[in-house]
């Protein structure tokens, strides 16, 4: 056992030299880019290296915790630590946030600003991926809105204002409940307050209570990851949002409302959850097919890469609603998975767009002969998205899907149904995802003289997208490199529902 | 001899390097990968050649002593479901391998020349690759995951190669065609195999054979759930091998390279489907219902392929649905249970198949060179004829492979389909019916597409002379729509003038351009001298790398029925392809009825050979040469000249070439269902979204905005406001009192 405070430090570094970009000397973006990027992999490098000595894979219980009394008046603590669940999406934040600041540099309007944004939400998201405190959740939950506030209203694309403000309005609305839930159950009972949550998770409620408090979290997450009908906001951020700011929502944003979901709805309200499961099959069932749907009818390629997420983030309702050990183990893959894809397709989206300038897809045509690596990669990318074999989003859908049929909680008919509505999502997906490259890349078009130099993606691109591509294949082929972390704690999740 | 075994898991690994350092290499080092184009195309040859040895040495050991092996290892596990990896040996294994690295050798060869001047030749070839790794991947596979793995992949590769050529809209709609429709094939597979592994608990073949065998014995399960299990499972060889409802992708994925046509569209990929049918005959076996839907499903697509294939002008096009009738044949073979007759057919079949494409590949870049390169010209038999003169090479492998096809009796076809035939006898009356009928039809059609491409005049000259887009004199105006104009023998002299007049010159420019072949060793394009069109616009035939693999591939036809006939007549089982699959038809419990009427299979031939001989007939009775047989104009004009009887006959040759040319109306169907069913519904959500759902968000947002608004009217810091306010209120709070206590 080991005292160096790890995880305090992986949280508190991006900020506080974030906080440093200010007072470098003014020698253009140059210097801060630079920065940043050495923040980002310096931190990355850290995390690595603090989880490879000091994390046992085999054991499901709380590691690298760290608890400092911080306000002792109603017990309020700095406590952090991480399990099996929470080091991939750590790991994953690390990742994608390094190669969002990469891809970033294009960005010239006040860059000092926009890498310390992006800088804070990286201590936002790993905050609130490793606390061990419910208020300090919500705290680090809080933290992370205002970044991306800021970083789609002043860097965003023609409608950045309402988009932003939609934003924002969500998900503080969303971020009220929350509020709501933590005080609730943080009150409830005894007479000092209790928000640690490794004593919460031995708590029972009465039902009706737990009920309530489910609905508050409840709401709260299903904004954020998003499930319909509070889903709105996503295609609107996502459309207007620059794109290393969508790899970043896409990427992390949306996968903190499925941890919460697993975190706080699963883990503490067992309960609750067994009696709302069949809610959650139905609604991450009719998201699949509604997304899915939604998405041919949608002009905008981010709009509908966007849609394409809705309809993904199903499958993680439907790992979580079924109450396996499989299903669960499939959504925190899943959960892996799409980070990884749909931010390599935000970034292959805004790189085109960069380059052709149209948004709309029926406005493209025949790219595939100026850029044809991007075209490649487009492909590949596209292909992962609709879950070929052999790419990360296979074998998460296809563990998802028995999750499904062995779930004892349901009756046989249910099962069919919903197995048979999701199959649909498997035919509708490749309709929207291979036609918006057939409308993109395919056929032949004459592009006007004077905007005709198109360079193919240069390094820097390529290796964005390589790293991001050999993860997707290696899930694919070894799922293990994901399933070994959250094994264990899946089984110690569910088992609680057997008692 | 078990280290054999034991080493057969590098089966698919060998061809993978290639794809994948081309696809490295063309990312980061494009002009080195490029430079070196040709090395890559010799290794992947050489790599496929090498998992050729190694599965012929694998069928070798099976034929003397048969034996199945199968070795797992644990891909992923979590707590209650564990996924395996393994491979699964056993002679329908090997036969498939075979037969997929000797036509991906011999396609490979032939593309390194075809492709030779395409920009993307590296690419081309690093999709084959992977393609065949991924099909040999599915052969070897030993449970239902790894299939539907390769499966898909599989799906993947042939989505890429069919639009290979990306600038053309055509290929660009006929690829995502391909893989939607393939994907609803693979939506029925995963659900009927998660609904078997729900029955069962396992993925793996042969455990779950037994288990479910037991359980529907025992009575223990659902009989109605296991048969809706395995129409799901079925639903994928259907999308795969096109079967009736989802055959549409097939003709479109024309639109790929001639090589692709004849590897993945002809031989392998939709013989997959047939595959995993014999794969999971055990299964399938002991559901009666599924084994009927099977052969209903087999009839139906063998009969609406071929009457599809009738009147298409597109020649490849042609192959395809001919394609689909024969993969219906052996689909309907399984569904009757012979097991090895499907088997047999589907090798003959490929190969015989392959030949085909290979020959129309050929034709298709002699004729490139001179009606450019547009599909729908070069590949246009209207424009095609008289090609025997100037592509005799081509010309005889084109001939033996529609030899075979039609199943004439030292070809390889006859051998296999004659065994299906005389099955169906045995079966149902009916289906045997329509079964001997198509193989007329199949005669028909391709002796139409032999006719029409190699005798005759040669029509895209001949369109030149005569001035005419169409010319009234070309037979395929029979199946035309307009009024089939009476003959008039002018036409025909003036053609065979300038093809006197043009055959030197035509067969000088073939010399030139062998001497130069040799020399350069680059393929003819270059030398071809445009200026000269007008004199010498007559096609000559291929490089020597595409005739090579012709000529190799012609021995294929003529002697590969020998495996499956019986070289001793006394002792059933003494061929070589029985003795293979023994062991499979042992698993099946069958015992051998079908091969000891032995005197059934030799009176049969008789009657097909005779019906197939009556469509050749009818085909150089409808589409024969008009210089070559003058003697049969009197036929013809004596049928031209009898009134209603050929008002009759020509409602019905349209009505025939109306139900061909516009796909029986199922592709129209499909369009105006799903395809317009879909962007409705993707409208109608989308509307649904913005309005409703998204129109609740900006209502909240705007009525909040307004009772902002009003409040900050009303609060708006004035005291007189505030003052009337507060009388008014207080007014009305008296006047309430009043009426509410003084009534």
Same mark, same amino acid.
């Given at each position: ?499 | ?66 034996? @199945? ?93 069919? *639009? ?71 639903? *994928? ?61 087999? @009839? ?28 219906? +044949? ?89 065994? @299906? ?34 005798? *005759? ?207 029986? +109306? ?48 009303? *609060? ?28």
């Amino acid at each position: 056992m080991n005292y160096f405070p790890w995880l305090t430090l992986i949280v508190v570094f991006p900020i506080a030299a974030g906080s440093l970009i200010f007072f470098l000397p003014h020698r253009g973006n140059k210097v801060t880019r630079g920065y940043t990027i050495y923040i980002c992999v310096l931190e990355l490098l850290l995390t690595t290296y603090a989880f490879c000595y000091n994390f046992q894979l085999d054991d499901p219980l709380i590691q690298l915790a760290e608890d400092y009394k911080w306000i002792t008046f109603f017990e309020f603590d700095w406590r952090l630590g991480i399990d099996g669940l929470s080091i991939g999406p750590i790991l994953l934040t690390g990742f994608i946030t390094t190669l969002a600041t990469l891809a970033a540099r294009p960005v010239t309007l006040n860059s000092r600003l926009f890498h310390f944004l992006m800088l804070a939400m990286y201590s936002g998201q790993i905050g609130s991926f490793s606390s061990r405190d419910l208020l300090l959740f919500f705290i680090m939950w809080e933290l992370e809105l205002i970044p991306v506030y800021l970083l789609l209203s002043v860097w965003g694309g023609k409608k950045r204002l309402y988009s932003a403000t939609k934003f924002i309005l969500y998900t503080a609305g969303g971020s009220v409940f929350l509020l709501i839930g933590v005080l609730g159950i943080g009150l409830y009972g005894s007479n000092e307050p209790t928000l640690n949550l490794e004593t919460l998770v031995n708590r029972s409620y009465p039902v009706a209570l737990e009920i309530i408090f489910y609905i508050g979290f409840f709401i709260a997450f299903a904004v954020k990851l998003p499930i319909i009908p509070f889903h709105t906001w996503l295609p609107d951020t996502h459309g207007e949002a620059h794109y290393s700011t969508c790899m970043l929502l896409a990427g992390i944003l949306l996968k903190m409302g499925a941890y919460g979901l697993i975190r706080i709805n699963m883990e503490l309200l067992p309960h609750a959850h067994s009696i709302f499961s069949p809610w959650f099959m139905i609604v991450g069932t009719v998201q699949i097919i509604y997304a899915a749907s939604t998405s041919p009818g949608q002009r905008n390629l981010k709009k509908r890469i966007a849609y394409s997420s809705v309809s993904h983030m199903g499958f993680i309702i439907l790992g979580i609603g079924s109450i396996t050990d499989t299903g669960l183990n499939g959504a925190v893959l899943q959960i892996i998975s799409h980070g990884l894809i749909s931010a390599a397709l935000f970034f292959l989206a805004g790189t085109s767009y960069d380059r052709i300038r149209f948004a709309y897809l029926d406005e493209m045509g025949g790219l595939a002969i100026p850029i044809p690596k991007i075209f490649t990669l487009f492909s590949i990318l596209s292909m992962a998205s609709l879950a070929l074999p052999g790419m990360s989003g296979f074998v998460a859908e296809l563990i998802v899907f028995f999750g499904i049929i062995t779930s004892q909680k349901f009756f046989l008919m249910p099962k069919i149904v919903i197995t048979f509505v999701m199959a649909i999502g498997m035919i509708l997906t490749p309709i929207y995802s291979l036609s918006m490259l057939r409308q993109m890349f395919y056929g032949y078009k004459l592009f006007n003289a004077p905007n005709s130099y198109f360079f193919d993606s240069g390094p820097r691109e390529l290796f964005v997208l390589i790293s991001i591509l050999l993860p997707v294949i290696g899930i694919g082929i070894y799922p293990d490199f994901v399933l070994s972390l959250s094994a264990d704690k899946a089984e110690a999740i569910i088992s609680n529902f057997f008692l | 001899m078990e280290h054999t075994y034991q080493y057969s898991w590098i089966i698919p690994l060998v061809p993978l390097p290639v794809p994948m350092l081309i696809g490295v290499g063309l990312l980061f080092f494009p002009t080195a990968t490029k430079n070196l184009r040709r090395m890559w195309a010799f290794i992947s040859i050489l790599l496929l050649s090498i998992v050729m040895i190694f599965s012929i040495d694998l069928s070798i050991e099976q034929i003397d002593r048969t034996s @199945i092996y199968q070795s797992l290892r644990t891909w992923t596990i979590t707590s209650d479901l564990s996924f395996e990896f393994g491979y699964f040996i056993d002679p329908l294994t090997s036969i498939m391998s075979i037969l997929i690295t000797t036509v991906g050798i011999l396609v490979l060869i032939y593309s390194d020349n075809y492709m030779s001047h395409d920009q993307g030749y590296l690419r081309f070839f690093a999709y084959m690759s992977f393609f065949n790794a991924s099909m040999l991947g599915l052969v070897t596979s030993s449970n239902f995951i790894q299939i539907y793995i390769f499966w898909e992949l599989v799906g993947m590769c042939s989505y890429l190669l069919i *639009g290979f050529w990306f600038t053309r809209p055509i290929a660009a709609g006929a690829c995502q065609k391909a893989f939607v429709t393939n994907r609803v094939g693979d939506f029925g597979l995963l659900l009927g195999i998660l609904g078997l592994y729900w029955l069962t608990g396992s993925f793996e073949f042969r455990d779950l054979f037994e288990i479910l065998k037991n359980l529907i014995y025992n009575n223990e399960v659902n009989l109605l759930f296991v048969t809706l299990c395995a129409f799901l499972l079925f639903a *994928g060889p259907v999308a795969k091998s096109a079967q009736f409802p989802l055959h549409v992708w097939l003709p479109d994925a024309m639109e790929g390279p001639t090589p692709i046509s004849a590897l993945i569209h002809a031989a392998t990929m939709v013989a997959a489907g047939i595959f995993l049918v014999a794969r999971l005959l055990p299964l399938f076996i002991v559901i009666p219902y599924a084994m009927n839907l099977i052969s209903l499903i087999g @009839i139906i697509t063998v009969f609406l392929g071929a009457t599809l294939a009738l009147a298409q002008q597109d020649i490849k096009r042609g192959l395809a649905y001919s394609t689909m009738s024969q993969l219906g +044949y052996m689909m309907l073979a399984l569904g009757m249970g012979s097991y090895r007759a499907a088997l047999f057919h589907l090798i003959t079949h490929a190969y015989s198949k392959a030949l085909l494409f290979l020959g129309s590949g050929s034709i298709i870049h002699s004729m490139e060179a001179i009606v450019g390169y547009f599909p729908d010209k070069s590949q246009n038999m209207v424009l095609m004829g008289g090609l025997r003169k100037h592509v005799p090479i081509t010309k005889t492998a084109f001939l033996v492979g529609t030899l075979s096809l039609c199943g004439i009796p030292p070809l390889a076809c006859f051998w296999s389909k004659d065994e @299906i035939l005389n099955d169906t006898w045995l079966y149902s009356p009916i289906f045997a019916t329509i079964a001997f009928f198509t193989a007329g039809l199949t005669a028909f059609y391709m002796f139409r597409i032999y006719l029409l491409t190699f005798e *005759g005049p040669f029509n895209f000259c001949l369109q030149n002379y005569s001035g005419k887009k169409r010319n009234s004199l070309y037979s395929i105006s029979l199946w035309g729509k307009e009024e089939p104009k009476p003959i008039k023998n002018k036409f025909h002299l003036v053609a065979l003038l300038t093809m006197n007049n043009n055959k030197r010159a035509s067969f000088f420019a073939k010399k030139t351009h062998r001497i130069a072949s040799t020399v350069t060793n680059m393929p003819f394009i270059t030398i071809f001298p445009f200026g000269a069109a007008k004199t010498f616009c007559y096609p000559h035939e291929s490089d020597n790398t595409i005739l090579f693999v012709m000529l190799v591939l012609v021995l294929f036809p003529l002697f590969v029925g020998a495996i499956g006939i019986p070289l001793n007549q006394e002792v059933i089982e003494s061929d070589i392809l029985s003795k293979l699959l023994t062991p499979s038809i042992n698993l099946l419990q069958q015992n051998s009825t079908h091969f000891v009427d032995w005197y059934e299979v030799v009176k049969n031939p008789t009657l097909s050979v005779s019906i197939t001989y009556f469509g050749i007939l009818l085909a150089y009775f409808l589409y024969k040469p008009f210089y070559s047989s003058l003697h049969n104009w009197n036929i013809l004009n004596f049928f031209a000249k009898r009134g209603p009887k050929r008002i009759l006959w020509d409602k019905i040759l349209n009505f025939l070439y109306d139900w061909s040319y516009n796909r029986a +109306y199922i592709d129209a169907f499909y369009t105006r269902s799903l395809t317009e069913g879909i962007r409705g519904l993707a409208e109608l959500t989308h509307l649904f979204d913005r309005r409703v759902i998204d129109g609740i968000t900006n209502g909240v947002g705007i009525t909040s905005f307004f009772v902002g608004e009003g409040i900050k009217y009303l *609060g708006g810091s004035r005291i007189s406001f505030y003052l009337l306010l507060y009388l008014f209120s207080l007014l009305f709070f008296l006047i309430f009192l009043f009426f509410f206590f003084f009534k």
